[in-house]
């Protein structure tokens, strides 16, 4: 089966639901955002992540891969693509879209599906990709920032594209984050170290392999030497990092 959007979950997803849960202080951000709706499609829902409870959701998953991993007290989400909902014009008070546009084969064209299908708010959480080089990964594995920049459309363009009246929220990143994306970690630098952590950040399959190894062997060499410690050590007592996270979120005019 060829893969929905640019990373192959069917074959490299499988530990998504373990390693990618969501940090409850996000999800009440994501939920606020959501204001009096009562129905919400969450497109490129994944594994559920982020979906509110209270709510009446709809998921989208086009992975079967994914689509298995959500949990039993969870609707199963419905095999379909973000370009093509099949839904009618203002179905749902609102929608959703959770670390996935970067994902999308069309962004635009998904975006554009987003509002099609939402009366109300469209809620978009994602990365400023001009906001990677902040973090202290990135001269480590300048490559994957590279290629993670290359993904992300910027928050302006998602903006435009979802129309209405804009708020960009910068997200503040938990300490003890249990979203394991790259910078869930910006306190705990010996998780890189661990192949099961990468490999639940999609972001690593965009380098080569001697790229990843490169990099995994600096991070291991000034942690055992304490030079991260040195620069970064101070990082392992910030209760918060601001980093690239953001939320978007798009309302009619």
């Not at 497109?43 to 998921?59: K, M, N, Q, R």
């Not at 973090?135 to 998602?158: H, K, M, N, V």
Request: proline share 8%; charged share 25%.
């Amino acid at each position: 089966m060829a893969p929905s959007g640019d990373f192959d979950y069917e074959q490299h997803g499988a530990n998504y639901s373990a390693r990618r849960r969501p940090d409850p202080t996000i999800a009440a951000l994501v939920r606020r955002s959501l204001g009096s709706s009562r129905s919400v499609v969450n497109v490129g829902a994944g594994s559920g992540s982020y979906e509110p409870e209270d709510l009446d959701v709809t998921a989208v998953e086009p992975s079967a891969s994914m689509r298995s991993q959500r949990p039993p007290d969870l609707r199963p989400a419905i095999d379909a693509f973000a370009e093509a909902l099949p839904f009618p014009d203002d179905a749902f008070d609102a929608a959703m879209a959770s670390v996935t546009v970067h994902q999308w084969s069309d962004q635009v064209r998904g975006l554009q599906e987003l509002r099609r299908v939402s009366r109300g708010p469209v809620v978009v959480l994602t990365f400023d990709g001009d906001a990677l080089d902040g973090f202290w990964l990135a001269p480590y594995a300048p490559e994957l920032i590279t290629a993670e920049r290359r993904r992300y459309p910027s928050i302006d363009q998602i903006g435009e594209v979802l129309g209405g009246s804009t708020t960009v929220t910068v997200v503040p990143i938990p300490i003890d984050c249990p979203d394991g994306f790259t910078e869930a970690f910006y306190a705990r630098p010996e998780y890189f170290l661990d192949d099961t952590v990468r490999r639940s950040q999609s972001a690593w399959g965009f380098v080569t392999a001697e790229e990843e190894a490169r990099a995994v062997d600096r991070l291991r060499h000034d942690l055992e030497t304490g030079e991260w410690d040195r620069r970064h050590g101070s990082l392992r007592r910030q209760p918060t990092f601001l980093g690239s996270l953001r939320l978007v979120v798009s309302t009619p005019r």
